[in-house]
């Protein structure tokens, strides 16, 4: 069985209502409350790292297919900067 992100998130959310029962139920309330709040922000980071695979990544002239290596576009036909980006990049597979 694999785990995926959105069973992770679903596992600690639970877990979190779970200690969040425990706390309010007098159960080692200190505790329980922190595992919570620890559950909790794991399944938020375990959020924002699914929005952020979604979003296209960031392919900088120096590792860029077109870049030569001498920082000269070949799609452009010019000198770039290495940090320079645009939206034709295709990252080098090397």
Known sequence: M???IDKA??????NAKQNERWAS???NPES???YA??????AEWLRELQERR???EVTFCRSCNW???TCYCNFHYRNVKPYSYCS???RRTE
């Open 2 to 4: 694999s785990l995926t």
């Open 9 to 14: 998130i679903a596992r600690f959310e639970q």
């Open 25 to 27: 139920g007098g159960l």
């Open 32 to 34: 329980n409350a922190e």
């Open 37 to 42: 709040a620890e559950h909790r922000q794991l």
């Open 54 to 56: 979604c979003e296209p």
């Open 67 to 69: 870049n030569d290596g």
């Open 88 to 90: 034709w990049a295709e």
